[in-house]
Nanobody, 122 residues
Framework: QVQLVESGGGLVQAGGSLRLSCAAS????????MAWFRQAPGKEREFVAR????????DYVDSVKGRFTISRDNAKNTAYLQMNSLKPEDTAVYYC???????????????WGQGTQVTVSS
C-alpha cells in the first residue's frame, strides 16, 4: 500500500507560480511511475504530467507544455509539479497518482492522493 499526500495548492493570480508536492509513504516509491491529474468542476479527471521511476523521462498534456515541470526526488519519496505562467483555466483540484505503467490513463494508476485545490484568478 502506498499513501500519497499532496500539498502546495492555493490561490494565485494569473501569470503566477505554484509548486505542488506529493509525499509518498513507502520506500518502494522509486519503483513507481508518478503522475499528476486534475479535475475541474463539472469535468472529467484530466492527465497533466507523468515521470518515469528514474526521473529520466517525462510527458505532459499539450495545454501545460512549456509551463509545468514534473520532477521527483526518490531519496525523499516525493514528486513535484512546478507550475508557472498559470492561467484561470488551470483552476482545478490536482491529484498525484502512483502506478506501475507509464501511461496517461487514470484507471491504470493504483494509488491516489486526496487532492489539493489550485485556484487561478484573472
Amino acid at each position: 500500500q502506498v499513501q500519497l499526500v499532496e500539498s502546495g495548492g492555493g490561490l494565485v493570480q494569473a501569470g503566477g507560480s505554484l509548486r505542488l508536492s506529493c509525499a509518498a509513504s513507502r520506500r518502494a516509491f522509486s519503483s513507481y511511475v508518478m503522475a499528476w491529474f486534475r479535475q475541474a468542476p463539472g469535468k472529467e479527471r484530466e492527465f497533466v504530467a507523468r515521470v518515469l521511476p528514474s526521473g529520466g523521462s517525462t510527458d505532459y498534456v499539450d495545454s501545460v507544455k512549456g509551463r509545468f515541470t514534473i520532477s521527483r526526488d526518490n531519496a525523499k519519496n516525493t514528486a513535484y509539479l512546478q507550475m508557472n505562467s498559470l492561467k484561470p483555466e488551470d483552476t482545478a483540484v490536482y491529484y498525484c497518482a502512483a502506478g506501475l505503467i507509464y501511461n496517461a490513463v487514470a484507471r491504470n494508476y493504483d494509488y491516489w492522493g486526496q487532492g489539493t485545490q489550485v485556484t487561478v484568478s484573472s
